[in-house]
């Protein structure tokens, strides 16, 4: 799809609706969705952290004093967009294959919302930052997941069968609830405006996730250590998301106002502005070790227990970026790392095992009504 210059958010829609048919969403459950922008009242009309605590938010662009704080704004608008629209292209393939009735439709309203972020995003750059909004609001429906073009490395990566699917959606969108939660105390008020009804929206994409692989514990067809490896895949990824250590980037977006941290609302000690990645990193981790404590309360005695990847394992970014370390977080002295890797994320073994496994229907426990 070339860029092509247009003149008003309608002139984007119709390019959104080229990008739905470019990707192969065919679906009519897709097309019949209501897509439109959400926002919601302010809880807290005034900047809440940073070096303009206390003023009014900024309605529009045009408000906000720095230049520099619109560029930031508009990166952080440009970035979250971005990862709305490779999710739908990362899991599209799916939709020939759903385990069941349920599952298909859950996917369809997962689809649809991530697109409707995307829709949210888009309208924000539109509508907010000139012409070169309009144009990045176009990149957006330009670049492809499969072809290893989205900002984000976790974006680019391959989601190739429903277990997949539900690790991505546990480990992945959990990122994208932190993201959302961070920006919604935002200075800028549009932003701040359009969190509270995606991460309402949100919260349906993690029960998913969650469920699903509950429901592949208790079927009991899909061994331990083959949901382990999936896991160490989305898990490590999930920890780049949050950023580089010591990020200058997050400590200017703070004092700007711009994002606040995950519990800035609740908590009362003041950050460490050169940590608060970090800070919100470790927080996600505590969160996901929790929720794998609790699957594995269902994991028979005789399996192995699931676990959390160490944060040290298999990074792109940050402090440990290239570094050697095993899942474990223990220094791996071996030669063979790249290797070990490849033997701790899922291989082409478990692939073949899986497509065997997913031809029967009880490889997933049936959805119940109290799940």
């Not at 995606?198 to 250590?225: C, Q, W, Y």
Request: charged share 30%; hydrophobic share 35%.
């Amino acid at each position: 799809m070339a860029l092509t210059k247009i003149g008003n958010f309608d002139d984007w829609v119709d390019l959104f609706k080229v990008w739905q048919d470019d990707i192969g969403l065919q679906a009519q459950e897709l097309k019949d969705y209501k897509f439109d922008v959400k926002l919601a009242d302010l809880d807290v009309p005034e900047i809440e952290f940073g070096h303009y605590r206390g003023n009014s938010k900024w309605p529009t662009v045009m408000h906000i004093p720095d230049q520099r704080i619109r560029d930031a704004l508009q990166t952080l608008i440009i970035f979250q967009g971005d990862t709305e629209f490779a999710s739908v292209e990362q899991q599209r393939s799916l939709l020939a294959n759903a385990p069941s009735d349920y599952d298909l439709l859950a996917i369809y309203r997962v689809m649809a919302e991530e697109m409707r972020h995307g829709w949210q995003m888009s309208y924000l750059l539109v509508s907010h930052f000139g012409d070169e909004g309009k144009r990045e609001a176009e990149k957006l429906l330009q670049r492809r997941a499969d072809e290893h073009e989205r900002l984000l490395g976790s974006f680019n990566e391959s989601v190739e069968n429903w277990l997949d699917f539900f690790a991505y959606t546990e480990f992945i969108d959990r990122d994208g609830k932190y993201q959302l939660q961070m920006m919604s105390t935002s200075a800028f008020a549009p932003l701040a405006r359009s969190m509270k009804p995606m991460l309402r929206e949100e919260s349906f994409h993690l029960g998913t996730g969650n469920n699903g692989l509950l429901r592949i514990i208790k079927a009991g067809r899909i061994p331990v250590d083959v949901m382990q490896r999936y896991f160490n895949k989305w898990v490590s990824t999930a920890f780049d998301l949050f950023g580089t250590d010591a990020s200058s980037s997050a400590q200017w977006a703070y004092t700007w106002g711009l994002k606040g941290r995950f519990d800035e609302r609740t908590n009362p000690q003041s950050p460490d502005p050169s940590r608060l990645n970090e800070y919100a990193r470790e927080l996600y981790r505590q969160e996901v070790q929790g929720l794998i404590d609790r699957l594995n309360l269902h994991v028979p005695e005789d399996q192995p227990r699931l676990k959390v990847p160490s944060v040290k394992f298999n990074r792109r970014i940050g402090q440990y970026k290239g570094q050697r370390f095993d899942i474990d977080g223990e220094p791996f002295e071996r030669e063979d790392y790249k290797a070990y890797v490849a033997s701790v994320m899922p291989t082409a073994a478990d692939r073949e095992l899986l497509r065997a496994i997913f031809k029967d229907n009880d490889w997933i426990q049936p959805k119940k009504s109290d799940d």
